[in-house]
């Protein structure tokens, strides 16, 4: 191929791609507005990185312990590299995306949450407040809907945030005000 060996060539190609690797991996954040012609998850950038180094490795290691026809080791390189891809994006970066996007939240999904208070709320100042959640407990400051004191170990329910602030007011559980 071009008067190269495809050793030359798989070895190239291994280099060249694992080190676009490393750099996408450190300048992922800038690089993600250039790849993202293609919308598609599996024509996203680690995918195709993966899918030449695993291709150009299979492709080298079948040239350097086999007899084979290069164009046979070639199908088989690319064979290779498609099971591989379509396992990483199937097993490794769906499960990894569906994980990374349950565990965020924004300060408007606080907003109606219970919480109990683990520093009491003065009348005109702030305390803390402790929020469960399924991904775990999350600490906020809090001042008082009403200007009352809430003391600590009180339940209390979050009105609205306010630049990262719970507004709250007691939780009765027993009152309603409709």
């Known amino acids: ?62 040239e350097w312990y086999t007899d084979w026809a290069s164009s046979l080791v070639l199908w088989l390189a690319i064979g290779v590299a498609l099971v591989a891809v ?30 109990k208070v683990i520093v009491s709320v003065p009348p005109d100042g702030f305390g803390e407040i402790l929020i469960s959640r399924k991904s775990g407990a999350v600490a906020k400051a809090a001042k008082s809907a009403n200007n009352e004191a809430i003391p600590s170990g009180e339940e209390v329910i979050i009105v609205q945030m306010e630049n990262g602030v719970a507004v709250v007011a007691r939780h009765d559980p027993y009152h309603l005000s409709i």
């Open 1 to 62: 191929m071009f008067s190269h060996s495809p050793e030359v060539v798989y070895g190239w190609v291994l280099v060249v791609s694992a080190l676009l690797t490393v750099l996408y991996f450190f300048f992922s954040d800038v690089l993600d507005g250039l790849f993202d012609v293609a919308d598609h998850p599996l024509f996203s950038p680690q995918l195709v990185l993966s899918f030449f180094i695993v291709g150009s490795a299979v492709g080298l290691l079948a």
């Open 86 to 115: 379509l396992l990483l994006h199937f097993f490794v970066f769906l499960p990894l995306r569906s994980a990374e996007a349950s565990l965020g939240y924004t300060d408007a999904d606080l907003e109606g949450a219970l919480a």
